[in-house]
């Protein structure tokens, strides 16, 4: 019940198009949802959560989709630059945040030029 | 963003002995801080949370008697990993709570530990 569980595991998008990652979770106790990017070598860095109370958050090229009933949440990347590609990582938590992340999986993107 | 630094970013050691890793936590305190362990091509395994002043918490199967974690002040938090073997050869990320309304945690850049 404490899985986060991320798909897919490997994305390969055109440069200009949109990247669709997708979490799944069960437990219902979640209330914070984070997204991390990380590239080679290197630790994860916030990239933008979002809480329960909200369907979407926007910032910048960057969207979260949440869906509370279905318990599924995505990350929308627009116009998507070779820059993007990385490790992403959905991740939620109780707490509000305070307490120990569970991570998905992990997928890495590639943007192609 | 908030900034947490690790020290070495990277470290070989010969098998036997023990090494510290450093998490510091620059421009905020962070009463908690979390190590974790990460193998290549990997999602972050949690090892344990540490809290300033206390005893931290472990995951299970984690062995605290090889990975101490002491976290002494409210900027710094280590990891000692003893009598380190090559199976303990990894990618260890420390991150640091900032306690603000939105708890985030910032995370490390990470310690490339290898042992021989």
């Known amino acids: 019940q404490q899985q986060v569980k991320q798909s897919p595991q490997s994305l390969i998008v055109q440069k200009g198009g949109i990247s669709i990652i997708n979490c799944a979770y069960e437990?219902?106790?979640?209330?914070?949802f984070p997204w991390y990017q990380q590239f080679p070598g290197k630790g994860p860095a916030l990239l933008i959560a979002?809480?329960?109370?909200?369907s979407e958050k926007k910032e910048g090229r960057f969207t979260i989709s949440f869906n509370k009933s279905a318990k599924q949440f995505s990350l929308h990347i627009m116009d998507s630059q070779p820059g993007d590609s990385a490790t992403y990582f959905c991740?939620?938590?109780?707490?509000?945040?305070?307490?120990?992340?569970?991570f998905g999986q992990g997928t890495r993107l590639t943007i192609n030029p | 963003g908030a900034v947490v630094s690790q020290h070495p970013s990277r470290v070989i050691c010969k098998s036997g002995t023990s090494v510290k890793i450093e998490c510091r936590s620059l421009?905020?305190?962070?009463?908690?801080m979390f190590w974790y362990r990460q193998f290549p091509k990997k999602s972050l395994m949690l090892m344990a949370t540490?809290?300033?002043?206390?005893?931290?918490?472990?995951e299970q199967g984690v062995e605290k008697d090889k990975f101490l974690i002491n976290h002494a002040s409210l900027t710094l938090s280590t990891l000692t990993v003893t009598s380190a073997h090559p199976e303990d050869s990894s990618f260890y990320i420390c991150?640091?709570?900032?306690?603000?309304?939105?708890?985030?945690?910032?995370f490390g850049p990470g310690t490339r530990l290898t042992v021989l």
């Open positions: 437990n219902t106790a979640f209330d914070y």
């Open positions: 540490s809290n300033e002043g206390s005893k931290a918490t472990y």
């Open positions: 421009d905020f305190q962070a009463t908690t």
């Open positions: 991150s640091a709570l900032r306690p603000t309304r939105a708890n985030e945690q910032f």
């Open positions: 979002i809480r329960p109370d909200v």
């Open positions: 991740a939620a938590t109780v707490g509000q945040g305070a307490q120990k992340l569970v």
